[in-house]
């Protein structure tokens, strides 16, 4: 299914980064890994923070041509100050997604990871467009302040709902070319940072835990990302896909009385 193809992912040290390397590896892939740490499992690697367009900009430079695929894992959770969230799980996300279309391959596909925090974007849709307005160049942190994003953890819970947004609003924008992007949202998932979530969700983690059979692995998430990223999954443009254990599903029929 990969064979053949290079494909890049960040966050590629750790939790599901790691494990879609390994996956697209497995079948064939040369992955490009991205990390604010080394990525020891990859093809070749790149150390760069996501945070910062100047790294971005050279991690684009130093990239070959014909890149078939863009897995944007990279992010932190919601323990980090609010300024970073945006920076990285959203602004950096699409700055790097932006400067990479040049390079990419025709056909190639781009798989944003969102998350179950992102489901309710219909509902806060004034500031998921002012935070798709924010760019290197804007006041971050006094969007921040503004927004009141350091209070809950809804910094990351807006990222995500705004990332699914554009990845909607996207779902033509490349079409000539025939490059897609669609969006894979995890619920909670094991991984390094999962007791980050943890802890900012209290009361409403404990909730979601009771009702799940299990949290999820990177091991659920990785072949649902491979699979966005094959040519298999060309028709697929602007959609977001949970990988959640049915908790979208759950969060949906119990909001219709279902």
């Known amino acids: 299914m990969h064979t053949n193809k290079t494909y890049i992912v960040t966050g590629a040290a750790s939790g599901i980064g790691a494990e879609t390397t390994r996956h697209l590896q497995a079948q064939g892939a040369k992955v490009i890994g991205v990390d604010r740490n080394e990525a020891v499992d990859a093809d ?18 130093g990239l070959p041509e014909g890149v078939n695929g863009l897995a944007n894992i990279a992010g932190v959770p919601p323990t980090a100050p609010a300024p970073v969230v945006m920076k990285v799980n959203l602004v950096g996300l699409r700055h790097l997604t932006n400067a990479l279309i040049p390079k990419m391959a025709d056909a190639a596909s ?9 489901a309710g974007w219909q509902k806060s849709l004034d500031q998921v467009r002012a935070a798709l307005e924010q760019d290197f160049t804007s006041d971050i942190e006094g969007f921040c302040e503004a927004e009141k994003l350091a209070d809950d953890g809804r910094s990351y819970f807006l990222t995500k709902e705004a990332l699914i947004a554009w990845t909607i609003q996207n779902r ?10 669609n ?13 980050d979530f943890l802890q900012t969700l209290g009361e409403r983690a404990k909730e979601d835990a009771r009702l799940m059979e299990r949290p999820g692995t990177a091991q659920d998430i990785a072949p649902v990302i491979a699979f966005m990223l094959s040519s298999e999954s060309y028709w697929i443009r602007g959609a977001n896909i949970p990988v959640d254990g049915g908790m979208a599903a759950h969060i949906l029929a119990s909001s219709v009385d279902l």
Request: hydrophobic share 45%; aromatic share 8%; no cysteine.
């Open 172 to 181: 033509w924008t490349w079409r000539e070319r025939g490059i897609r992007m």
């Open 183 to 195: 969006t894979v949202s995890p619920g909670p998932v094991e991984t390094p940072i999962l007791g």
């Open 110 to 118: 781009i798989v944003n990871i969102a998350s179950l925090a992102g």
């Open 44 to 61: 070749s690697f790149f150390q760069v923070d996501m945070s910062d367009p100047t790294s971005i900009d050279a991690l684009v430079a």
